[in-house]
């Protein structure tokens, strides 16, 4: 089994909208309801009611998505100092997107304080909550919080062990598995059926993406396309029922080794989590969001079970990035390196 692709980052996207869509009701509700000005509501204790600062996280967050992250870097750091220090939803989320910017724009080190930051707040959160301020009306969801900040205590660790500059993430990545090159091309099949696969326009740009990775130089891996996944090496579909992908996870690749080779793989699949089958409905963003899943998860479908440390590889974690970085070109290269 490999990780599951961009779960921490899909996972905190959708919580963040979640929560928008409940606050906005909420403060909709208010405004219509005839609350006086002065009495915020009950959320603004944990959230921080200030709508300023919501503007600049929203702003934070299409900056990155459009590839301006020094910018969000100030767009975030601007909506972290309007929110009060008592705030810690608000924040946690602030630092969180900082963290994610920082990263992306190579400033590591800044980037592993955030999240610092943003698991101190993230666990404060859940416990707030668990004092019983897990409500609709406290802007807290303990069990998320938990999770979230719990995975960050693991992430702040692991980057504490390990070098974002150097010329590849073999080291840092693992475990690794290899495909046995006598199986090169691989056949790949992209689901076509309405009920777990794409439109045809879409089946090309996960097919475009995916291919992207036998643009490397001196890498030998090769894929061509199948149609079936009776007798594909790797397959690539969307899930079809709750318990597929973990809760908030964007994409899950697993492997399947060869009896004999326990090292080597002998079929891959992609889970990815999107809109649905018709490209008609996807928004330019649903696309990109798309293409850069197939990508990243292609990764660990060539045997990468882990992931880079750099914001600037297509292997970290949360890389909001359309392209293999030389250090992602290098770990695949090293990786099949005189096989």
């Not at 606050?23 to 200030?50: E, R």
């Not at 666990?123 to 009306?137: E, P, T, V």
């Not at 660790?157 to 598995?177: C, L, Q």
């Amino acid at each position: 089994m490999f990780s599951a692709g961009k779960m921490l980052s899909t996972c905190k996207k959708f919580g963040l909208a979640a929560r928008r869509r409940k606050f906005a009701s909420l403060f909709l509700t208010l405004l219509l309801g005839g609350f006086a000005a002065s009495s915020p509501p009950a959320f603004a204790l944990f959230y921080g009611f200030n709508q300023q600062a919501q503007s600049y996280q929203h702003e934070g967050e299409s900056l990155v998505q459009s590839g301006n992250y020094e910018q969000a870097v100030s767009a975030y750091t601007q909506a972290i100092n309007l929110l009060p220090y008592d705030a810690v939803q608000g924040r946690a989320d602030a630092y969180f997107g900082r963290a994610i910017a920082n990263d992306v724009a190579g400033h590591f080190d800044q980037a592993t304080q955030d999240y610092g930051w943003s698991r101190d707040y993230y666990l404060k959160a859940a416990q707030y909550a668990s004092y019983g301020g897990n409500s609709a009306d406290s802007g807290l969801n303990g069990g998320y919080d938990s999770q979230i900040g719990q995975e960050l205590v693991n992430l702040v660790r692991w980057r504490a062990t390990v070098n974002p500059r150097s010329s590849d993430y073999m080291e840092d990545a693992g475990p690794m598995k290899l495909w046995d090159l006598r199986k090169m091309p691989l056949k790949v099949f992209i689901d076509d059926s309405q009920e777990s696969g794409w439109s045809s326009d879409l089946r090309d740009l996960i097919w475009r993406a995916i291919n992207c990775w036998t643009n490397v130089s001196g890498s030998p891996v090769r894929f061509t396309t199948w149609n079936s996944a009776s007798g594909a090496d790797y397959i690539v579909t969307r899930p079809t029922a709750g318990g597929q992908i973990a809760v908030g996870s964007g994409g899950y690749t697993s492997g399947v080794d060869e009896p004999s080779e326990p090292n080597m793989l002998k079929q891959s699949k992609s889970l990815l989590s999107c809109r649905g089958y018709d490209g008609n409905y996807y928004s330019q963003e649903d696309k990109n969001l798309l293409y850069n899943l197939a990508l990243h998860e292609c990764g660990h479908a060539l045997g990468m079970g882990g992931h880079s440390p750099s914001g600037q590889d297509i292997m970290y974690w949360k890389a909001p990035i359309f392209k293999l970085s030389d250090r992602d070109g290098n770990t695949i290269r090293r990786m099949y390196q005189g096989r």
